[in-house]
């Protein structure tokens, strides 16, 4: 496929190519995911590659990262043809790899990650006074601070992500690799990742960024190379283009990027929590005593940093964790502790969209067919009892990958084995599909393409448009300014303001999202 974007010329100023690319190739059975592809990335530079869910970043990258081998096509590092069969020789080449899901084993330490694989040799004491020592070199040099001893478990989510990158530099990375680094991290969080990889590029390292993030990509990039349904259609300086040309790019076609809807006509309440505490497992209460309301035609988000009691909020109304206090209603009716079994919320029209779609929304080792209906596996329509009509889950797989637009168009395939952006849709046809009467949805969009964001908040202001009351939980502001018809702020596990989208703006909303009760002037 050619491009209508001219190349970027270049002069006798521009810096060596640190990667080559030439003519990458690789199938999964019918499924083309690279079809020669070329990239090439200046040394010293960040690069950002973007394109809809399933358009062959994350293979890209993988082959140069070793997970793949390509069938056909030619990697160079520093302009030396290598063959990369693994991550050890991707490693050895110095391209180390920071993933959207981190590699980290959690009870152990940060000092224990970072020499897993890297422990120089069978005295470990050795090996861990030269990591300590690198350690605290990185924290000098790039402000990669971190406590070695410290249990990776018990980290937020950022210094996790910092493990990451540390161990990728103590191995000796000159080229990083990120995939949506940005997924899991808070605005905060966000602007000091970018702030160290421009410290990493200006200090001679290569940055690979892999983001469906289009303002992080005008941001923090240099270049951008776009992908489409595993082709390369261009690679343009950053300064020369547009948001609304990378999207139509990555789309082919114009993308709207603002949410259209008309005001909301609010109905009756169909979902009520009062006074609601929910305790963690060291009785700590992570939800205290928050009283919400949810009309029937009405979008409902709840912004707040994560961490501050949303998930284990969205998870009781969904009724997955007990009530330490307080009463959950359902159309009018206080829930009994026995009906506020979630398979008892499904059969009453309180449907669910999980904020990880990974643990709770699905199952990676299930066929997409199968996770399609998981929870809903009872219904007469996949047969009776026991006995599974299989013709019947794959046809209904299949028509609701057809609608949700999931790519590929393949029920038997494995749910690991598709992107992210479309394990969502996955989920997401699943549950809208029953024609819910109250819809929980969690971080709707994450690690989700430009073109399946447009999707999906299509879908969602077409279900409060039919009447269903919709709970949105999202640490995006912009999408919960967006879509949502009130605002409710969250910290420490309680609500500390409402706002109306047209009388706040990010600034406010970031005042009580760090507790500050009272309007910013």
Known sequence: MTSN?????LD???PPLAIELVGIDKRFGDVHANKGVDLTVRKGSIHGIVGENGAGKSTLMSILYGFYEADRGEIRV??????IRSPGEAIAAGIGMVHQHFMLVEPLSVIDNVMLGAEGGPRLAAGARQVRARL???AADYGLALDPDAIVGD?????????????ALV???DVLVLDEPTAVLTPDEADGLFRLLRILADEGKTVILITHKLREIMAITDRVSVMRRGEMVATLDTAATSPAQLAELMVGRRVLLRVEKAPAAPGPVVLAAENVVVRDARGTARVDGVSLTIRAGEIVGIAGIAGNGQSELLEALAGMRPLAGGTVALEGRALSPAERDPAALRRRGLLHVPEDRMRTGLVPAFEACESAMLGFQDERRYGAGALLDRGAIVSDALERMEAYDVRPRAPLLKTSKFSGGNQQKIVLAREIERGPKVLLVGQPTRGVDIGA???IHRRLVALRDQGVGVLLVSVELEEIMALADRILVMCGGRITGERLPGETDERDLGLLMAGVAERAA
């Not at 520093?78 to 063959?83: D, E, I, L, Q, W």
């Open 5 to 9: 974007v001219s190349p970027v010329s």
């Open 12 to 14: 006798r100023a521009t």
């Open 78 to 83: 520093g302009g030396v043809a290598r063959r």
């Open 136 to 138: 605290a070199q990185l």
């Open 155 to 167: 980290l937020p989510v950022g210094l996790q992500q910092r493990v990451e990158i540390v161990k």
């Open 171 to 173: 191995r000796g990375a």
């Open 453 to 455: 964001i447009e999707f």
